[in-house]
């Protein structure tokens, strides 16, 4: 998708307007973060495999050249394709040329994070191809024409009303008068519709959670079944995955797997979680003749041994997401970047560039709740802080917020002389808040006194009390 | 230069820049080729009898629904029954496995095969289940397709509880073991916990998204050596 | 207490030095009684974390390079606000991490830096507070106390030591109240209607007053909830461990 994170602002303002989005964000605020609380809350085990996912993940990246390279070997020797993406060009081109190769025509896809970040289908919509999404939400959004507004329920922005003026638009061969009023007939209606793109399609392309050096295996993780209709029964299975979704082997895998679905929706395990090795096997009645793995970069090889390397530990669970103040404010659009909130504010910049997108880091209150419920624990506010560095030493920062800091700590050093200044300006606002205890407007200071009054100060400053009371300076 | 080489090129480069500290080649190779478990959740480690009212107490909950049957000989009856339950036609599709096969189902319309989308039931042999979260592993192969798994609306699962194990780990180590060669891994590998399900639309739980509506697993508690 | 009066520099905070100058004071006497000698150096302001978190590191480490040369010399020191205590004690050793010298002098002074609360109970181990307050209180955990310096049980020991004093905690205690340094003048809108939540869910508690530990995330709650027309009262913790509350108006209040 194009990045719009530069209207983060007007974007914001629209969403804490939008009437639909906030009841939809109240859901998500207490569902996701309780049921992720329950589940940890029932395994003892929780707190050290979150341990150990981050080690795994360490580990990996730390060596991610050499298990690179071990997972290319096994899905060659499993007759599958591997197939090197540096950027979004180089990834929709090698995707599109293996669907031309086998005179594809119509595709499904599954859900995927990299197949968003290439904007796949748009790409093989021009080129003349039918993409379809079969994912229950991003189908919803493609038909609506829209980015996903959250990584894993790309549609949670959308009332069931926006999803059945949706159908209707779409459907036209169904009868007009049918009944769409609850979620259980726009499911339905899905799912008779999508089950016949299945089968009609000629390649399949799913995203992967991971990929398993030792076995040469992808790993989809979904809970509609999408993911498995997507690449069983097209001729051709691409998988399209970034480097960083490497793991050595199936109980390092196993390990993930336990934190993943807790963390993300709370289940103890996602419906389905399908190992993909190879194409299908000799004896095999079904499956796809052809397995190809397209394997992004875009800017990850980048981040390796740099500011923000731990966030390639990330598996997108979406955690982070679901338990952040802002984004339960704003929801997903906002961030104008298919990767929205926390983790979306480390990565975006890194993908898309720092100038593109400058205010996402800056977006955080820096609770630190995103890093409290992380699964492999990645320190997300000092990477948001390292951009915000980034941003002070060479990038665009507002002119009146850089004097504004720099007159702060041109005083904050010279104690005297601020203490000196501090007297006589507490002095003043002391008395003239006396009357209310707050100020209601306050010259400078609007965009605290729009929405809330600025307390009084009491009058005299602590050090000048101290002072004049004798106390101990030494 | 390839993308490969570029790409393989830049992640060295960082990570020499990164100056972390790095295994050698070979302790790389025996880490990835004598894999080792990592922490596994004590809940499943019990004895085969917790390991199966964990199974089912898991499964349950994830909506699946579970018979324990005394034999295999059982499951055709048990089929039939539940069949007759949900006010369906005594019409299956079944896995060409050896095990399902020698059974008696005479009494229903079965059929052999993978699935092309128009069964409404399908029967398969389950390779092994998981009791710590009540998962079912399938694997593809001449005597399982995939297919069945995903298509049929009525997903009914065999499992035999000498298959049944603690963890996932220890359905890996059967996979090693079994084979004897270094591909052990079947084309499809799918842990299946409950039936299909989404919450896309208005974060309202609905079973059967594109998968299976309703999961219902027969585990047979002897072995099926004998009846 | 045993042993030797303890020698504490108390770091005052910038918004208390300039607000609430009584939060100190409670500070003091209640770190007095407990067997402290506190001593407030003039020599300090700010520190830093504004601009750390603005990404302006130089500016940071001039201000935290003032703090520990004026600091070290004491055997604690102790600041009432998490986030300022964990300024020092956290990021101070990460914003000085390729300079050894003073890096070493961080890692020092971030040993003996705690929060008032977590000082009082974990060092002082105090278990009584000799006041009373007859009043439904709610506390507001403050994020950087919570989350990067574990403080949670510990005011709530000494709260429930308040005779009188009826605690009862809201359902999203732990939630970020919107405030966030700069954050709140940046994107005040979003910051708004984090901190409306924190007022619902302070109101469904139905206390008289709410509690915390950190005067920006007060000032923050107590003029949304003043805007608001709530009546609820918003103070400090330490105000009331040290019987103080008839010294001053709640924050945001007339007196």
Known sequence: ?474 | MSSRDYILGRVRWSLGRGAFERDSCQQLEARLNTPQSNLIPKRGQGDAKAQLSLFVKMATEVNATVSRLKALENVPKAVAKYLKEQELDATVRLADHPELQKLDWSKLDASTGFSTGDDLVGVVMAYAGAAETGSLALRSGADSPTTLNFLPDYHIVVLKAADLVGDYEAVYARLRRESNKTDFMPRTLSWVTGPSRTADIEQTLLLGAHGPRKLHILVIEDNGEAS | MSGEEKNVGLFVTCLVDLFRPTVAFAAVKLMSEAGCSICVPERQTCCGQPAFNSGDRHDARKMAEMVIEEFEKFDYVVAPSGSCAAMIKKHYPELFSDQADWHKRALDLSRKTYELMSFLTDVLDVKEVETTLNRKVTYHDSCSGLRELGIKDQPRTLMNAVEGLDLVEGENAERCCGFGGTFCLKYSDISTRIADDKCDDILKTEADMVLGGDLGCLMNIAGRLTRRGETVEVRHVAEVLAGMCDDVAPISRKG
């Open chain 1, 1 to 474: 998708m194009k990045l719009n994170a530069h209207n983060f602002k007007e974007n914001a303002a629209k969403a804490l307007k939008d009437e639909d989005l906030q009841a939809s964000l109240a859901k998500l605020g207490t569902g996701f973060p309780l049921k992720r609380l329950a589940a940890a809350a029932r395994l003892p085990e929780f707190e050290a495999l979150r341990d150990q996912a981050r080690d795994i993940k360490d580990h990996t990246l730390r060596h991610l050249d050499f298990y690179l390279e071990k997972f290319e070997c096994k899905v060659q020797e499993t007759g599958g394709h591997v197939h090197w993406a540096r950027d979004i060009e180089d990834g929709r081109k090698i995707v599109y040329d293996i669907c031309e190769s086998v005179g594809a025509k119509t595709v499904t896809k599954g859900k995927s994070m990299i197949g968003e970040e290439m904007a796949i289908n748009e790409y093989l919509e021009e080129k003349g191809l039918i993409p379809v999404e079969t994912d229950l939400g991003e189908y919803i959004i493609q038909l609506r024409n829209e980015p996903p507004s959250h990584i894993i329920a790309p549609a949670i922005h959308l009332r069931k009303s926006h999803v059945e003026e949706a159908f209707r638009k779409t459907h036209t061969e169904l009868p007009p008068e049918r009944n769409l009023d609850e979620p259980e007939d726009l499911l339905k209606e899905a799912r008779a519709m999508l089950r016949k793109k299945f089968i009609a399609a000629d390649v399949g392309i799913t995203g992967a959670n991971f990929m398993i050096a030792e076995t040469g295996s992808t790993v989809i993780v979904t809970n509609e079944g999408n993911g498995d209709l997507t690449q069983t029964l097209p001729r051709v299975h691409i998988v399209l995955c970034s480097i960083e979704k490497m793991v050595p082997n199936l109980e390092d895998c196993a390990t993930l797997l336990r934190v993943l679905a807790r963390s993300a929706t709370g289940q103890e395990q996602s419906v389905y979680t399908t190992f993909s090795t190879g194409p299908k096997q000799m004896d095999d009645p079904d499956g796809p003749d052809q397995f190809h793995v397209v394997i992004l970069d875009n800017g990850r090889s980048r981040m390796l041994g740099h500011d923000t390397h731990d966030m390639l530990r990330c598996i997108r669970c979406s955690a982070c997401i679901n338990h952040c103040p802002v984004y339960q404010s704003v929801g997903g659009h906002a961030y104008g970047s298919i990767y929205p909130g926390p983790m979306g504010s480390v990565l975006t910049p890194a993908i898309y560039g720092l100038e593109q997108s400058c205010d996402l880091p800056n977006a955080s209150t820096m609770c630190g709740k995103c890093e409290e419920v992380c699964p492999v624990r990645i320190p997300i506010p000092q990477m948001l802080r390292s951009w915000r560095e980034k941003q002070w030493e060479d990038g665009p920062v507002p002119i009146l917020q850089r004097l504004a800091m720099s007159v702060w700590a041109f005083w904050a050093v010279r104690p005297k002389a601020y203490h000196f200044g501090a007297k006589i300006k507490m002095r003043l606002l002391g008395l003239l808040g006396r009357k209310n205890g707050h100020f209601k407007s306050l010259l400078f200071s609007k965009a605290w006194t729009k929405s809330r009054d600025f307390p009084a100060p009491e009058g005299k400053t602590f050090q000048q009390l101290w002072s004049e009371k004798g106390g101990r300076r030494s």
